[in-house]
Protein backbone atom coordinates (compact mmCIF):
# COMPACT_ATOMS: atom_id res chain seq x y z
CA UNK A 1 0.00 0.00 0.00
CA UNK A 2 1.24 3.67 -0.29
CA UNK A 3 -0.57 7.08 -0.21
CA UNK A 4 0.16 8.98 -3.19
CA UNK A 5 1.78 12.36 -2.16
CA UNK A 6 -0.54 15.82 -2.95
CA UNK A 7 0.33 19.25 -2.80
CA UNK A 8 -0.31 20.81 0.35
CA UNK A 9 -3.83 22.69 0.31
CA UNK A 10 -7.17 23.08 2.47
CA UNK A 11 -9.64 20.10 1.93
CA UNK A 12 -12.77 21.09 0.90
CA UNK A 13 -16.09 22.04 2.60
CA UNK A 14 -19.19 22.38 2.02
CA UNK A 15 -18.87 26.39 1.39
CA UNK A 16 -16.06 26.17 -0.74
CA UNK A 17 -16.88 27.27 -4.02
CA UNK A 18 -15.93 23.99 -6.23
CA UNK A 19 -18.98 22.46 -4.08
CA UNK A 20 -21.20 25.67 -4.74
CA UNK A 21 -23.20 24.18 -7.65
CA UNK A 22 -24.52 21.21 -5.38
CA UNK A 23 -25.74 23.56 -3.48
CA UNK A 24 -29.86 23.03 -4.09
CA UNK A 25 -29.48 19.44 -4.39
CA UNK A 26 -27.58 18.59 -1.43
CA UNK A 27 -28.23 19.88 2.04
CA UNK A 28 -25.23 21.37 4.23
CA UNK A 29 -25.41 18.23 6.47
CA UNK A 30 -25.30 15.84 3.38
CA UNK A 31 -22.26 17.86 1.85
CA UNK A 32 -20.69 17.62 4.91
CA UNK A 33 -21.13 13.93 5.48
CA UNK A 34 -19.25 13.70 1.61
CA UNK A 35 -16.58 15.67 2.80
CA UNK A 36 -15.87 13.48 5.73
CA UNK A 37 -16.44 10.24 3.97
CA UNK A 38 -13.83 7.23 3.53
CA UNK A 39 -14.13 4.96 0.48
CA UNK A 40 -12.57 2.15 -0.50
CA UNK A 41 -12.90 0.54 -4.29
CA UNK A 42 -12.08 -3.10 -4.88
CA UNK A 43 -11.00 -2.67 -8.39
CA UNK A 44 -10.34 -0.12 -10.36
CA UNK A 45 -11.67 -0.51 -13.61
CA UNK A 46 -14.21 1.16 -15.62
CA UNK A 47 -17.13 -0.12 -13.03
CA UNK A 48 -15.14 2.05 -10.35
CA UNK A 49 -13.06 4.47 -11.84
CA UNK A 50 -16.52 6.75 -13.14
CA UNK A 51 -18.21 5.90 -9.96
CA UNK A 52 -14.86 7.25 -7.90
CA UNK A 53 -14.24 10.41 -10.32
CA UNK A 54 -18.66 11.51 -9.43
CA UNK A 55 -17.60 11.42 -5.56
CA UNK A 56 -14.69 13.21 -5.44
CA UNK A 57 -16.43 15.87 -7.71
CA UNK A 58 -19.01 15.69 -5.25
CA UNK A 59 -17.05 16.28 -2.30
CA UNK A 60 -15.70 13.10 -1.07
CA UNK A 61 -11.75 13.43 -0.49
CA UNK A 62 -10.42 10.06 1.51
CA UNK A 63 -10.37 7.24 -0.84
CA UNK A 64 -8.89 3.62 -0.75
CA UNK A 65 -8.13 1.75 -4.46
CA UNK A 66 -6.85 -1.47 -5.02
CA UNK A 67 -6.05 -3.11 -8.79
CA UNK A 68 -3.49 -4.93 -9.94
CA UNK A 69 -4.14 -4.59 -13.28
CA UNK A 70 -2.49 -2.02 -15.77
CA UNK A 71 -4.20 0.29 -18.21
CA UNK A 72 -4.47 -2.04 -22.02
CA UNK A 73 -5.59 -0.59 -25.13
CA UNK A 74 -8.68 -2.85 -24.80
CA UNK A 75 -9.73 -0.55 -21.91
CA UNK A 76 -9.76 2.73 -24.34
CA UNK A 77 -13.83 2.37 -25.28
CA UNK A 78 -14.68 2.88 -21.53
CA UNK A 79 -12.65 3.34 -19.48
CA UNK A 80 -11.98 7.22 -18.26
CA UNK A 81 -8.48 6.91 -17.17
CA UNK A 82 -6.94 4.99 -19.63
CA UNK A 83 -4.98 6.89 -22.57
CA UNK A 84 -1.71 6.60 -24.78
CA UNK A 85 -0.58 8.72 -21.48
CA UNK A 86 -1.67 6.16 -19.33
CA UNK A 87 -0.98 2.58 -21.30
CA UNK A 88 0.55 0.25 -19.20
CA UNK A 89 0.40 2.24 -15.46
CA UNK A 90 -1.52 0.60 -12.61
CA UNK A 91 -5.35 1.37 -12.88
CA UNK A 92 -5.00 2.19 -9.23
CA UNK A 93 -2.31 4.49 -9.60
CA UNK A 94 -3.77 6.46 -12.48
CA UNK A 95 -7.32 6.65 -11.05
CA UNK A 96 -5.37 8.17 -7.81
CA UNK A 97 -3.48 11.01 -10.59
CA UNK A 98 -7.28 11.90 -12.02
CA UNK A 99 -8.49 12.16 -8.74
CA UNK A 100 -5.64 14.70 -7.83
CA UNK A 101 -6.48 16.59 -10.99
CA UNK A 102 -9.74 17.03 -9.42
CA UNK A 103 -8.89 17.75 -5.51
CA UNK A 104 -4.93 18.20 -4.64
CA UNK A 105 -6.26 18.00 -1.60
CA UNK A 106 -7.53 14.34 -1.71
CA UNK A 107 -5.95 11.90 0.47
CA UNK A 108 -5.72 8.30 -1.37
CA UNK A 109 -4.64 5.37 -0.63
CA UNK A 110 -3.19 3.21 -3.52
CA UNK A 111 -2.93 -0.99 -3.40
CA UNK A 112 -1.75 -1.83 -6.54
CA UNK A 113 -1.10 -5.23 -5.48
CA UNK A 114 -5.20 -5.83 -5.56
CA UNK A 115 -7.48 -6.80 -2.67
CA UNK A 116 -5.53 -9.52 -1.30
CA UNK A 117 -5.65 -11.90 1.65
CA UNK A 118 -3.24 -10.39 3.59
CA UNK A 119 -4.33 -6.48 3.32
CA UNK A 120 -8.11 -6.96 2.64
CA UNK A 121 -9.12 -6.05 6.24
CA UNK A 122 -6.79 -3.09 6.51
CA UNK A 123 -8.16 -2.19 3.24
CA UNK A 124 -11.79 -1.73 4.16
CA UNK A 125 -11.13 -0.87 7.92
CA UNK A 126 -12.56 2.52 8.65
CA UNK A 127 -14.23 3.17 5.68
CA UNK A 128 -17.69 4.18 5.22
CA UNK A 129 -18.70 2.64 2.24
CA UNK A 130 -16.93 -0.36 0.01
CA UNK A 131 -18.03 -0.90 -3.92
CA UNK A 132 -16.52 -3.82 -5.58
CA UNK A 133 -15.82 -3.31 -8.44
CA UNK A 134 -13.62 -6.37 -8.88
CA UNK A 135 -13.61 -8.20 -12.10
CA UNK A 136 -16.61 -10.34 -13.47
CA UNK A 137 -14.61 -13.77 -12.79
CA UNK A 138 -12.34 -12.80 -10.11
CA UNK A 139 -15.82 -14.09 -7.30
CA UNK A 140 -12.62 -15.37 -4.73
CA UNK A 141 -11.48 -11.79 -4.54
CA UNK A 142 -15.06 -10.34 -4.43
CA UNK A 143 -15.89 -12.66 -2.05
CA UNK A 144 -12.57 -11.94 0.28
CA UNK A 145 -13.55 -8.00 0.09
CA UNK A 146 -17.52 -9.07 1.17
CA UNK A 147 -16.60 -10.92 4.36
CA UNK A 148 -13.81 -8.52 5.13
CA UNK A 149 -16.44 -5.60 4.90
CA UNK A 150 -18.71 -7.68 6.84
CA UNK A 151 -16.43 -8.19 9.47
CA UNK A 152 -16.10 -4.52 10.04
CA UNK A 153 -20.00 -3.71 9.73
CA UNK A 154 -19.48 -2.10 6.66
CA UNK A 155 -21.97 -2.00 4.05
CA UNK A 156 -20.40 -2.98 0.10
CA UNK A 157 -22.06 -1.09 -2.93
CA UNK A 158 -21.72 -2.92 -6.17
CA UNK A 159 -23.15 -3.29 -9.51
CA UNK A 160 -22.37 -4.58 -13.58
CA UNK A 161 -23.07 -3.12 -16.91
CA UNK A 162 -24.80 -4.98 -19.28
CA UNK A 163 -24.12 -3.52 -23.05
CA UNK A 164 -26.53 -0.28 -22.36
CA UNK A 165 -28.05 -1.74 -19.26
CA UNK A 166 -27.13 -1.61 -15.65
CA UNK A 167 -27.68 -2.90 -12.25
CA UNK A 168 -26.80 -2.44 -8.38
CA UNK A 169 -27.07 -3.62 -5.00
CA UNK A 170 -25.36 -3.41 -1.53
CA UNK A 171 -24.74 -5.96 0.82
CA UNK A 172 -25.60 -4.61 4.12
CA UNK A 173 -23.54 -6.52 7.28
CA UNK A 174 -26.85 -8.06 8.57
CA UNK A 175 -28.37 -8.24 5.48
CA UNK A 176 -28.51 -11.41 2.09
CA UNK A 177 -24.70 -11.94 1.94
CA UNK A 178 -22.60 -11.85 -1.74
CA UNK A 179 -21.96 -15.80 -1.29
CA UNK A 180 -25.77 -16.38 -0.86
CA UNK A 181 -26.67 -14.78 -4.11
CA UNK A 182 -23.76 -16.47 -5.87
CA UNK A 183 -25.23 -19.73 -4.64
CA UNK A 184 -22.78 -20.48 -1.93
CA UNK A 185 -23.07 -21.07 2.00
CA UNK A 186 -22.47 -17.58 3.22
CA UNK A 187 -18.91 -17.60 5.35
CA UNK A 188 -18.80 -16.61 9.10
CA UNK A 189 -16.83 -13.02 8.58
CA UNK A 190 -16.24 -13.56 12.49
CA UNK A 191 -13.77 -16.84 12.15
CA UNK A 192 -10.06 -17.12 11.45
CA UNK A 193 -8.17 -16.24 8.35
CA UNK A 194 -7.24 -19.73 7.68
CA UNK A 195 -11.02 -21.02 7.93
CA UNK A 196 -11.84 -17.83 5.65
CA UNK A 197 -9.75 -18.77 3.29
CA UNK A 198 -10.42 -22.19 3.06
CA UNK A 199 -13.96 -21.63 2.33
CA UNK A 200 -12.94 -18.87 -0.29
CA UNK A 201 -10.79 -21.07 -1.67
CA UNK A 202 -13.84 -23.55 -1.95
CA UNK A 203 -16.18 -21.57 -3.88
CA UNK A 204 -13.19 -20.29 -6.25
CA UNK A 205 -12.96 -23.83 -6.95
CA UNK A 206 -16.36 -24.74 -7.86
CA UNK A 207 -16.61 -21.50 -10.12
CA UNK A 208 -13.16 -22.26 -11.70
CA UNK A 209 -14.98 -22.67 -14.97
CA UNK A 210 -16.86 -18.99 -14.55
CA UNK A 211 -19.49 -17.84 -12.24
CA UNK A 212 -23.60 -19.01 -12.99
CA UNK A 213 -24.67 -16.09 -14.80
CA UNK A 214 -28.08 -17.35 -13.71
CA UNK A 215 -27.33 -15.80 -10.33
CA UNK A 216 -24.43 -13.38 -11.02
CA UNK A 217 -26.39 -11.15 -13.77
CA UNK A 218 -29.84 -10.39 -12.70
CA UNK A 219 -30.95 -8.86 -16.03
CA UNK A 220 -30.50 -9.79 -19.53
CA UNK A 221 -30.54 -7.15 -22.00
CA UNK A 222 -32.72 -9.43 -24.46
CA UNK A 223 -32.90 -7.19 -27.63
CA UNK A 224 -29.25 -5.51 -27.62
CA UNK A 225 -27.09 -8.52 -28.61
CA UNK A 226 -26.94 -12.08 -29.79
CA UNK A 227 -26.70 -15.39 -27.78
CA UNK A 228 -23.92 -16.38 -29.19
CA UNK A 229 -22.06 -13.36 -26.67
CA UNK A 230 -23.66 -14.46 -23.58
CA UNK A 231 -22.19 -18.55 -24.70
CA UNK A 232 -19.24 -16.54 -24.91
CA UNK A 233 -18.92 -14.93 -21.41
CA UNK A 234 -20.63 -18.45 -19.77
CA UNK A 235 -17.33 -20.28 -21.17
CA UNK A 236 -15.14 -17.67 -19.45
CA UNK A 237 -14.68 -14.56 -21.71
CA UNK A 238 -14.96 -11.18 -20.41
CA UNK A 239 -18.11 -9.74 -20.49
CA UNK A 240 -18.30 -7.21 -23.47
CA UNK A 241 -18.70 -3.22 -22.53
CA UNK A 242 -19.63 -0.28 -23.47
CA UNK A 243 -19.09 3.26 -22.52
CA UNK A 244 -22.59 4.32 -22.18
CA UNK A 245 -23.45 1.38 -19.95
CA UNK A 246 -20.21 2.36 -17.72
CA UNK A 247 -21.34 5.49 -17.61
CA UNK A 248 -25.18 4.52 -16.75
CA UNK A 249 -23.66 2.22 -14.21
CA UNK A 250 -22.22 5.30 -12.60
CA UNK A 251 -24.73 7.32 -12.46
CA UNK A 252 -26.93 4.99 -10.54
CA UNK A 253 -23.84 3.81 -7.91
CA UNK A 254 -23.67 7.47 -7.18
CA UNK A 255 -26.77 8.04 -6.21
CA UNK A 256 -26.89 4.76 -4.25
CA UNK A 257 -23.62 5.52 -2.63
CA UNK A 258 -24.98 8.97 -1.84
CA UNK A 259 -27.91 7.52 0.21
CA UNK A 260 -25.59 5.46 1.83
CA UNK A 261 -22.78 8.21 2.99
CA UNK A 262 -25.51 10.79 3.57
CA UNK A 263 -27.94 8.41 5.95
CA UNK A 264 -26.61 9.54 9.07
CA UNK A 265 -26.64 13.13 8.03
CA UNK A 266 -28.58 15.15 10.50
CA UNK A 267 -32.41 15.72 9.09
CA UNK A 268 -34.38 18.76 8.65
CA UNK A 269 -37.42 17.13 7.90
CA UNK A 270 -39.85 17.64 11.25
CA UNK A 271 -40.71 14.72 13.36
CA UNK A 272 -44.23 14.19 11.95
CA UNK A 273 -42.98 13.07 9.03
CA UNK A 274 -40.92 10.39 10.24
CA UNK A 275 -43.26 9.16 12.38
CA UNK A 276 -45.89 8.83 9.81
CA UNK A 277 -43.63 6.89 7.44
CA UNK A 278 -42.88 4.29 9.95
CA UNK A 279 -46.46 4.26 10.68
CA UNK A 280 -47.13 3.20 7.24
CA UNK A 281 -44.00 1.36 6.54
CA UNK A 282 -42.60 3.74 3.76
CA UNK A 283 -39.49 3.93 4.96
CA UNK A 284 -36.97 6.82 3.67
CA UNK A 285 -33.66 8.15 4.58
CA UNK A 286 -33.21 11.67 6.22
CA UNK A 287 -34.93 14.61 4.45
CA UNK A 288 -36.79 12.26 2.61
CA UNK A 289 -34.25 10.44 0.50
CA UNK A 290 -34.17 7.26 -1.04
CA UNK A 291 -32.82 3.94 0.79
CA UNK A 292 -30.26 2.46 -0.73
CA UNK A 293 -31.08 -0.61 -2.65
CA UNK A 294 -30.37 -3.48 -0.71
CA UNK A 295 -29.36 -7.65 -1.87
CA UNK A 296 -31.08 -9.85 -3.21
CA UNK A 297 -33.12 -6.76 -4.72
CA UNK A 298 -31.38 -5.41 -8.01
CA UNK A 299 -32.28 -1.82 -9.24
CA UNK A 300 -31.70 -1.81 -12.96
CA UNK A 301 -31.75 0.79 -16.19
CA UNK A 302 -31.99 -0.34 -19.48
CA UNK A 303 -31.78 2.58 -21.91
CA UNK A 304 -32.43 0.24 -24.96
CA UNK A 305 -36.10 -1.06 -23.59
CA UNK A 306 -36.67 2.38 -21.60
CA UNK A 307 -36.85 -0.04 -18.66
CA UNK A 308 -36.36 0.92 -15.44
CA UNK A 309 -37.07 -1.40 -12.10
CA UNK A 310 -36.10 -2.75 -8.69
CA UNK A 311 -36.76 -6.64 -8.48
CA UNK A 312 -35.52 -9.59 -7.06
CA UNK A 313 -33.49 -12.32 -9.47
CA UNK A 314 -34.60 -15.48 -9.87
CA UNK A 315 -33.79 -18.44 -12.33
CA UNK A 316 -37.51 -18.37 -13.65
CA UNK A 317 -37.34 -14.73 -14.96
CA UNK A 318 -33.35 -15.21 -16.35
CA UNK A 319 -34.47 -18.58 -18.31
CA UNK A 320 -37.73 -16.34 -19.51
CA UNK A 321 -35.14 -13.87 -20.53
CA UNK A 322 -32.64 -16.15 -21.82
CA UNK A 323 -35.41 -17.84 -24.10
CA UNK A 324 -36.36 -14.39 -25.52
CA UNK A 325 -32.58 -13.58 -25.84
CA UNK A 326 -32.12 -16.77 -28.21
CA UNK A 327 -35.43 -16.65 -30.24
CA UNK A 328 -34.78 -12.83 -31.27
CA UNK A 329 -30.99 -13.93 -32.21
CA UNK A 330 -32.95 -17.05 -34.44
CA UNK A 331 -35.30 -14.71 -36.08
CA UNK A 332 -32.59 -11.53 -37.02
CA UNK A 333 -34.68 -9.22 -34.63
CA UNK A 334 -31.36 -8.57 -32.35
CA UNK A 335 -27.86 -6.24 -34.05
CA UNK A 336 -25.82 -8.87 -35.80
CA UNK A 337 -22.76 -8.68 -33.61
CA UNK A 338 -19.92 -10.51 -33.72
CA UNK A 339 -17.81 -11.12 -30.65
CA UNK A 340 -14.27 -13.35 -30.87
CA UNK A 341 -13.07 -13.02 -27.64
CA UNK A 342 -9.71 -13.27 -28.78
CA UNK A 343 -9.92 -10.02 -29.41
CA UNK A 344 -9.83 -9.18 -25.82
CA UNK A 345 -6.39 -8.54 -24.07
Not at 50 to 59: K, Y
Not at 231 to 243: F, H, Q, R
Amino acid sequence: MSTVDSPKCEMWTPQSEELSRSTGWHTVAEQQALCDAVVAVGGAGAASAPLALSLAREGVQRFRFADPDVIERSNFNRHPCASNNTLGQNKAEALADMIHGINQATVVEVYPEGVTRENVREFVKGADLVFDGIDFNSLAASVRLHVAARRHRIPVLTGLEIGPSAMVTSFMPDGVTFEETNGYDPIDPMGSKESIERSIEQIAKAAENGPDIAKAVPYLPINSSRLSVMKAVLMGAPLPTKGSGVNLLASITFEEAFNHLTSGAESSEPDWAHILRRITGRQRGGDNRPLPTVAPHYRVIDLNRNKAMVGRPSILRFTRSAMVLALRSMWNLNPDVVYDPGDEE
